[in-house]
């Protein structure tokens, strides 16, 4: 028998099984209900609708693709790219060039025809490019301060030392910026970079890393408070959060990674909750649009007196009707409407550095061009309202939760500032979510600090195209020089 035969009988057998199976359920579930004093054909709605949304899901991790983009949504298609042209060698204008001669031996410079010697052809070499790696190596350093006196003998005086993040201490700044980047920058854990020292001669304990980590973010707090207040200043901040762990003995505490972000900054902060009274804190005082999920702690802020707009975020909105395509497939239909939006999206100028009228006229292109989404927003709303679907399906959430959000996901038409969706604070937050799952968070609450403060030093220097290494020492340089004040990723 072939294997389509076989395929097709499996196929067959298994339809067959199903039906036996949803019959004997629709059985029970009257029968329940008759004993609970439920309407049998609300409850067997209900659980049919569930065992569909389970089937669909399964389907979809089973034969469906792993992202959650729809070819569908993404209307008009984005121009073609131009035709690979293959993977020639990149250019490296950073790098330094080392030139290396090498020369035939001795015994080597004989002619193989005539057995006469071989001669140099002037300057002219065979050349060829090679990218190579020289080895991290760490080094015991003697400063030897040179001590100066007077014939007089009333006066000695000692060259000064080198610069020091912690008096006395024996390791360099620049030894604590590698540090710090290894762990905030490339997520290396603390143990994991003692192993890799030790294999590089330097013997070394987590402990003497850490007073490290802890002396730089001690020095550079006044920049980590700067950066919350530049972008507390900011016409419209995203802001989202995540979850961190805290591990102690006895058990690890789930923790929250609150993130405030802009074009040229991003703010974390660290808590033990993620409350209303976290959300009002960070953002206190603040007068603009604050753009978020559908989070509630956010929706608190706004009310009498309150100085803050709350716009939302078209991609969640996008995302929960994504997890309701494969049960209810009028769900495309939403999904579509809002691929209409981001193809208007596609064509305005961006606002991020521009600067005086510049801006402004943007701006106006801005508004004007979404004059095309207007009406794509009020047939949306009107396929939301026009839908049914029972409590507690995907279908019923996706459409409660766009509904309840309208006002704030209307908000980019009326204020050409406002992004589509906040996709640039999920962004910020991914070197975040990378360290979590590599040191899986942190050991003490000062930890969370340390953490919370470098990786905001760390990622808002990114932002500004600056290599972290280099920014980090200048900028601490810059605050032991300078106690009190910060050097800012704008201004260094």
């Given at each position: 028998?072939?294997d389509?035969?076989?395929?097709?009988?499996?196929?067959?057998?298994?339809?067959?099984?199903?039906?036996?199976?949803?019959?004997?359920?629709?059985?029970?579930?009257?029968?329940?209900a008759?004993?609970?004093?439920?309407?049998?054909?609300?409850?067997?709605?209900?659980?049919l609708?569930?065992?569909?949304?389970?089937?669909?899901?399964?389907?979809?991790?089973?034969?469906?693709?792993?992202?959650?983009?729809?070819?569908?949504?993404?209307?008009?298609?984005?121009?073609?790219?131009?035709?690979?042209?293959g993977?020639?060698?990149?250019?490296?204008?950073?790098?330094?060039v080392?030139?290396?001669?090498?020369?035939?031996?001795?015994?080597?410079?004989?002619?193989?025809?005539?057995?006469?010697?071989?001669?140099?052809?002037?300057?002219?070499t065979?050349?060829?490019?090679?990218?190579?790696?020289?080895?991290?190596?760490?080094?015991?350093m003697i400063?030897k301060?040179?001590?100066?006196?007077?014939?007089c003998?009333?006066?000695?005086?000692?060259?000064?030392?080198?610069?020091?993040?912690i008096?006395?201490?024996?390791?360099?700044?620049?030894?604590?910026?590698?540090?710090?980047?290894?762990?905030?920058?490339?997520?290396?854990?603390?143990?994991?970079?003692?192993?890799m020292?030790?294999?590089?001669?330097?013997?070394?304990?987590?402990?003497?890393?850490?007073d490290?980590?802890?002396?730089?973010?001690?020095?550079?707090?006044?920049?980590?408070?700067?950066i919350?207040?530049?972008?507390?200043?900011?016409?419209?901040?995203?802001?989202?959060?995540t979850?961190?762990?805290?591990?102690?003995?006895?058990?690890?505490?789930?923790?929250?990674?609150?993130?405030?972000?802009?074009?040229?900054?991003?703010?974390?902060?660290?808590?033990?909750?993620?409350?209303?009274?976290?959300?009002?804190?960070?953002?206190?005082?603040?007068?603009?649009?604050?753009?978020?999920?559908g989070?509630?702690?956010?929706?608190?802020?706004?009310?009498?007196?309150?100085?803050?707009?709350?716009?939302?975020c078209?991609?969640?909105?996008?995302?929960?009707?994504?997890?309701?395509?494969?049960?209810?497939?009028?769900?495309?239909?939403?999904?579509?409407?809002?691929?209409?939006?981001?193809a208007?999206?596609?064509?305005?100028?961006?606002?991020?550095?521009r600067?005086?009228?510049?801006r402004?006229?943007?701006?106006?292109i801005?508004?004007?061009?979404?004059?095309?989404?207007?009406?794509?927003?009020?047939?949306?709303?009107?396929?939301?309202?026009?839908?049914?679907?029972?409590?507690?399906?995907l279908?019923?959430?996706?459409?409660?939760?766009?509904?309840?959000?309208?006002?704030?996901?209307?908000?980019?038409?009326?204020?050409?500032?406002?992004?589509?969706?906040?996709?640039?604070?999920e962004?910020?937050?991914?070197?975040?979510?990378?360290?979590?799952?590599?040191?899986?968070?942190?050991?003490?609450?000062?930890?969370?600090?340390?953490?919370?403060?470098?990786?905001?030093?760390?990622?808002?220097?990114?932002?500004?195209?600056?290599?972290?290494?280099?920014?980090?020492?200048?900028?601490?340089?810059?605050?032991?020089?300078?106690?009190?004040?910060?050097?800012?990723?704008?201004?260094?």
């Open positions: 028998m072939s389509v035969s076989q395929l097709r009988q499996v196929a067959q057998l298994l339809d067959a099984e199903n039906r036996r199976l949803h019959e004997r359920l629709a059985k029970l579930i009257a029968e329940n008759a004993l609970k004093g439920k309407s049998a054909p609300q409850q067997l709605s209900l659980e609708v569930r065992l569909q949304e389970q089937l669909a899901a399964m389907q979809k991790r089973m034969f469906g693709a792993s992202s959650e983009r729809s070819p569908q949504a993404e209307s008009p298609e984005p121009e073609p790219k131009p035709p690979q042209r993977h020639g060698p990149k250019e490296q204008p950073a790098l330094p080392i030139e290396e001669r090498h020369e035939l031996p001795p015994s080597e410079q004989t002619c193989g025809v005539c057995n006469g010697p071989l001669e140099t052809m002037g300057q002219q065979e050349d060829s490019e090679e990218i190579t790696v020289v080895k991290r190596q760490f080094v015991l400063h301060r040179q001590k100066y006196r007077c014939r003998n009333a006066s000695v005086q000692t060259a000064p030392a080198p610069l020091k993040l008096p006395g201490g024996r390791y360099s700044l620049a030894f604590a910026v590698e540090v710090a980047i290894q762990k905030y920058a490339y997520h290396l854990p603390l143990e994991r970079q003692v192993r020292m030790r294999h590089e001669g330097l013997l070394v304990d987590s402990q003497t890393l850490w490290q980590i802890e002396a730089l973010a001690r020095v550079l707090r006044p920049m980590y408070d700067a919350r207040a530049h972008i507390l200043l900011a016409d419209v901040l995203h802001a989202d959060e979850h961190w762990l805290l591990m102690q003995k006895g058990g690890s505490k789930k923790w929250y990674v609150w993130a405030l972000s802009t074009e040229d900054a991003v703010y974390y902060h660290l808590n033990a909750s993620r409350s209303k009274d976290v959300a009002r804190r960070l953002l206190d005082g603040y007068r603009g649009v604050a753009l978020t999920d989070y509630a702690a956010y929706q608190t802020l706004q009310g009498p007196g309150s100085t803050l707009r709350l716009a939302h078209m991609a969640h909105v996008r995302r929960k009707f994504i997890e309701a395509l494969p049960a209810y497939p009028q769900s495309q239909q939403a999904i579509d409407l809002i691929g209409q939006l981001y208007v999206e596609r064509t305005l100028p961006q606002l991020s550095g600067q005086g009228e510049e402004e006229q943007a701006m106006k801005r508004l004007d061009a979404r004059k095309k989404s207007a009406p794509v927003m009020k047939e949306f709303h009107t396929w939301l309202t026009s839908q049914d679907a029972l409590p507690k399906s279908l019923h959430e996706a459409l409660t939760y766009t509904l309840a959000l309208w006002r704030g996901l209307s908000l980019f038409l009326e204020d050409p500032r406002v992004p589509l969706d906040n996709n640039l604070c962004r910020d937050l991914r070197g975040v979510v990378v360290g979590r799952k590599n040191h899986y968070g942190s050991r003490s609450e000062r930890g969370t600090q340390a953490a919370a403060q470098l990786y905001t030093v760390v990622e808002t220097a990114l932002k500004h195209g600056h290599d972290p290494r280099d920014f980090l020492l200048r900028a601490t340089t810059f605050a032991l020089q300078n106690p009190g004040q910060a050097l800012l990723p704008w201004n260094g």
